[in-house]
Every structure is written in C-alpha cells, then in structure tokens.
C-alpha cells in the first residue's frame, strides 16, 4: 500500500509542473520563443548593447551617453570607430535616433523589449557649482533646513547618473556637506540625516572632508544621529563613520575613541540592528578602532561586545560573519574581551562552526580568534581547549592545513593544533562530518 502511494505521489509531482504549460497558448509560446534582433543603427559601438540616451559626435557616429563617457573617463581621447580626436563637451544628443528607438520599443513590446525612457539633462559643471555653492551659504548661514535641503536635491542630482556624481564630486560636493555638518552640528536632526545622506553618495572621502567630520563636534553630532535619529539618519551616520575610520590614520582612531559614548553605540547598533548597511559599517568601526590598540578594544569589550558579536554571528549572512568575526578577532586581543568570550557558552562552538562556512577571510578570523581564546595556560584557556575539540576543531584545523591557508593562518592553525592534542586524550571527539545539515542553536 505504502509502495502505491510513493508512486502514485512521484506521478503527481511529474504531472505538477506541467500544468502553467498546459494553459499557454500557442502564440504566447511563439513570443516567448522569438527572439528580437535589434537593429544595427540602435546599437552603441562601444557597450554592443541597445542605446538608451544617445549622443552623436562630431565624427558623425552615435554612441550611448553612458558608454562614452565612460571611455572618456577611462583616459580614452579619440572616437573609438574613426580615430579621430573626441571631447566630452563636443557631444551633442541625438533626439531623432532616442525617438526612433522608442518607438521600436513599442512596437516590439509584446516581444519582452523594454521601453526606453527619455533621460534628463545631464548635470552641467556650472550648474554642479552652484548646487554645491547653495549648500555651503546654507550652513554659513546657520540655515538648517535650508541646508538639508539643498543636500537633498544635491543627493538626488548625484544618484540621478554617474556622470552628475563625477560633476558634484569635482564641484566640491563632499567637501562641502563635510564642513556643512561641521557648522551645523546640535542642529536639528532631520536637517543633519539630509547632509549625511547627501555624503554617502559622494565617498570616498578626501583628506579635507575627513578631517571636518573627524572633528569633536563633529563625531558628537555623529554618535547622537546613531543613538535617537530617524532610521535613514542612524544608517547614514554609520556609514560615514564607517568611512572616516577606514582611513587607519591613528589620530583619527584615537578621535573616535575619544568621542563620548561611541563604543556604547556601536554596540548598540549591533545589537539592535536598524538595517543591514548600518550593522555592516559598526561592525567595520570597531574592527578599525579594536585594531588600532588594545585600549578600544578593552573599551568595545567593556561595552559588551562579545556576547553582541558571538549572538550576531548566530544566524548571520556571509558578509555580517566575516565583518563580526574580524571585530570579534580584534576585541580579543584585550584581556576583557578574552575573559568575556571564554565565559561565553557559544564563543567556541560559534567559532569553529564558521570555519569553512562563509569563506576564507572568516575561516582565518574564525581560527585567529580562537587560537587567542585557547593559547594561554590557565583553566579558563584549557576549558576553551576541551570545547574546541568537543566541537570538532580537531579535524577542521587538519583540513585547513591540507587544503592550504595563509601565513599567519598557518602558524595559528598549527599552534592550536598542538595545543588541542595535548588535551585530545580526557576529551571525546566529534567527527566534522557530524556537523554537516545539522542546525543547532549556536
């Protein structure tokens, strides 16, 4: 009975699948199939592809804006099809040819052909100045919703085309709105989210726009946007201090850490995460400034950073794991964080779990961690050690090292595996294989 279920079952999902087909008709069958050849005069010479905002050069050929400039950008001084001399300023749009491929569009609609949308103006360099001219009077004036929102319609200008982006950033925009948040610092939350908002768009950030937001007025306005902003507000403040620690300069670091409550927030945003991007750009920080002395990281440890990170890398995905183990890997060089994460019950099993799971930069933070937690002589270290080997460690370290790892990652494996064999003979092993599709609460 059971065996005439199991087929009439396996029949069942045969015949499942089948069904949409059963009830298209032949001529959605035919478009489906066919495929639309675009006409040769509609397809840029540069990208090969369909063109969406033509431009014709003097040479009399036509390419797509965005393919051109970018050739021109890329140090490219001559027509690609001629040879011949080509300036950014010397392209003229083609509205005739954008009209025909619209309509071409239209009329191959039904064939899955996409319309093509008649595309703005490009941003011109005198009106790129002005935008960033209106910002920074803005903030001269201490005009705090004037300024955000001239930040706002710069952000949009920069978001429209990567051509208006290069035109704001050679204008000064990040410059601009770094030294308007500079002035405006204690003003009103929502005007500061604009300009913040308004910054990411215009990174990397030069030397002069991460000295004003490195700032100690600066830095308090970025930790109180982190702590009781609007959602929008507390992700773009995150990402730029994300973007001034990246620097690695150490006074900036010790800025940073200087600032009052910036380790409590960055903690805070791990553990109460408001969005991916902004749990993302704390964990990098504190990576950067546990990094940077043992003084943070004994500071991020104090903040309880450990159980935070060990908790997030629970479920994690794999660029959370790998930016939560690099921060973890770092707060454990101090003394805090190492007795925090060896009283932790998940610390060691969470650790060798990531090993192999995410990729090789977590599986060498993963490693480095624990070889921190299990190198020193004491009980709390040796009851590490018992745990790594209860978990498998053993076997997963005798894999890395047949498959190949780094240097560094190299000696920590070795040194831990020396160290886990002294203790193999009181602890029960796990085989590695017994971890495979297994979902446990670590």
């Known amino acids: 009975m059971v065996l005439a279920m199991s087929r009439a079952a396996r029949a069942a999902s045969r015949l499942v699948p089948e069904i949409p087909m059963l009830r298209r008709s032949s001529k959605q069958a035919a478009a489906a199939a066919e495929e639309v050849a675009v006409p040769a005069q509609f397809v840029c010479p540069i990208s090969l592809d369909l063109m969406r905002d033509p431009v014709t050069a003097p040479t009399g050929i036509t390419y ?3 393919s051109v400039e970018g050739w021109l950008a890329r140090g490219n001084a001559r027509c690609p ?39 703005k103006v490009p941003l011109g360099d005198a009106d790129a100045a002005e935008a960033v001219a209106t910002v920074s009077a803005a903030a001269r004036r201490g005009d705090a919703a004037a300024c955000g929102a001239a930040a706002a319609r710069a952000r949009a200008l920069g978001k429209e ?14 410059r601009a709105l770094a030294a308007a948040f500079g ?3 204690g003003e009103r939350a929502s005007a500061l989210g604009d300009v913040l908002a308004a910054l990411t768009v215009f990174f990397p950030l030069d030397d002069e726009a991460r ?13 109180s946007a982190m702590s009781h902003g609007e959602l929008p507000a507390r992700a773009g403040a995150a990402v730029v201090l994300r973007e001034v620690a990246s620097s690695a300069d150490a006074h900036t670091l010790e800025a940073v850490l200087r600032t009052p409550g910036m380790c409590d927030t960055l903690v805070d945003l791990v553990r109460n995460p408001v969005s991916t991007q902004a749990t993302k750009a704390a964990l990098v920080t504190a990576y950067y400034l546990a990094a940077a002395s043992d003084r943070a990281a004994g500071r991020l440890a104090e903040c309880g950073a450990v159980s935070v990170l060990v908790e997030a890398l629970v479920d994690a995905d794999k660029g959370t794991s790998e930016k939560a183990l690099a921060a973890l890997d770092g707060v454990l060089c101090a003394d805090a964080g190492l007795a925090a994460a060896r009283a932790h019950a998940l610390a060691v099993p969470v650790l060798v ?8 930069m977590a599986t060498d933070f993963a490693v480095s961690a624990l070889w921190r937690l299990c190198r020193a002589g004491d009980a709390a270290a040796a009851a590490c050690r018992a745990e790594a080997l209860r978990v498998g460690a053993f076997q997963k370290l005798l894999l890395l090292l047949q498959v190949g790892c780094g240097g560094v990652t190299k000696e920590r494996a070795s040194e ?9 003979g009181s602890v029960e092993c796990v ?5 495979k599709g297994l979902k446990r609460p670590f």
């Open 161 to 174: 085309s990567d051509r208006n982006r290069r035109s704001l950033v050679a204008a000064g925009a990040a």
């Open 211 to 223: 000295r004003c937001i490195a700032s100690p007025a600066s830095l308090k306005s970025l930790v």
């Open 64 to 66: 797509d804006r965005e």
């Open 416 to 424: 831990l595996l020396k160290m886990l064999n002294g203790s193999k």
């Open 353 to 360: 779990k990531k090993m192999f799971r995410v990729s090789d």
């Open 81 to 119: 099809v001629t040879g011949r001399p080509l300036r950014l300023a010397d392209l003229v749009p083609n509205h005739a040819t954008r009209r025909m491929i619209q309509d071409w569009c239209v009329a191959n609609r039904a064939s899955g052909v996409e319309l093509v949308r008649t595309p």
């Open 431 to 435: 085989e590695t294989v017994d971890f």
């Open 183 to 185: 002035r405006l610092a």
